[in-house]
C-alpha cells in the first residue's frame, strides 16, 4: 500500500521478524481517538547504518563474548517499560519524557540485532510516583484510573470475593472448566514450572 509508512511499517515495526498482529473490522473495537504514530525513521537509518558499517567485517568467538558481557551490562529495557508505564499512566504517552522513554525502549529492544546501545537513563526520566497495579511496595504510589488500574481492582475484589467465601474443608478451583481428563499426570511438571516462573 502507497503512504508515508510501509504496511509492514505500522502493522509490525517494519522488520517482520515473526511479531503477531491482528487485525478486525468489528465498529465497537475501533478507537474514536488514535495518537501519532511514533516516529522510527532516525533509528531504522542508524541502525542501517551501523549495518552497512559492520557487514565486512569478521568476528571471533572473543568479540561476540565481549559483545555479550556489554549488551548484558546495558540491558535495562525493563526499567525503561516500567518507567514509561509509571509516567504514562500518570501524564499520559505524549509527555515529553514518555516520547523520550519511548525512543529508548525502541533502541534498547534492537540492541542485540542493530549494536546500538540505548542512550543512559537519567532520574528526571522516572516518574515520582507508581501507578497502584504495578505493586511497588518501596516507591510512592498513586491510584490509577486508566484500564490496567481498573482491571487490576475488578481483579482484586474477585479474590477478596473467593476468599471470604470460601469453603476451609475444601480447595476449589474457580475454572473447572479448564480441567481436561488426565491432567493428573501433568501437576508434578506444571509445578515445576510454575517455581520456574514465579523466579523470573
Not at 58 to 68: E, G, L, M, V
Not at 107 to 127: C, E, H, M, W, Y
Amino acid at each position: 500500500m502507497d503512504g508515508p509508512r510501509s504496511m509492514t511499517a505500522e502493522l509490525a515495526g517494519g522488520d517482520l521478524d515473526g511479531d503477531t498482529f491482528w487485525i478486525s473490522w468489528d465498529p465497537r473495537l475501533i478507537f474514536t481517538d488514535n495518537f501519532k504514530a511514533f516516529c522510527y525513521s532516525d533509528q531504522a537509518r542508524q541502525a542501517n547504518e551501523s549495518a552497512a558499517d559492520t557487514s565486512k567485517q569478521s568476528y571471533t568467538i572473543a568479540d561476540i563474548c565481549h559483545f555479550f558481557v556489554e549488551y548484558m551490562k546495558a540491558d535495562n529495557l525493563g526499567i525503561i517499560a516500567n518507567w514509561h508505564l509509571a509516567l504514562a499512566d500518570r501524564y499520559g504517552v505524549e509527555n515529553k519524557n514518555c516520547m523520550k522513554l519511548a525512543e529508548m525502549h525502541s533502541i534498547a529492544v534492537d540492541f542485540v540485532k542493530t549494536g546500538n546501545r540505548p542512550p543512559t537513563l537519567t532520574k528526571d526520566l522516572q516518574s515520582k510516583t507508581y501507578p497502584h497495579f504495578m505493586e511497588k511496595k518501596d516507591k510512592p504510589d498513586h491510584s490509577s484510573t486508566s484500564i490496567l488500574g481498573q482491571l487490576y481492582d475488578e481483579v482484586k475484589k474477585f479474590k477478596i470475593d473467593y476468599n471470604q467465601n470460601k469453603d476451609p474443608n475444601k480447595k476449589p478451583f474457580p475454572y473447572r472448566t479448564l480441567i481436561i481428563d488426565g491432567y493428573l499426570s501433568y501437576i508434578a511438571d506444571a509445578r515445576i514450572l510454575k517455581e520456574e516462573y514465579d523466579r523470573e
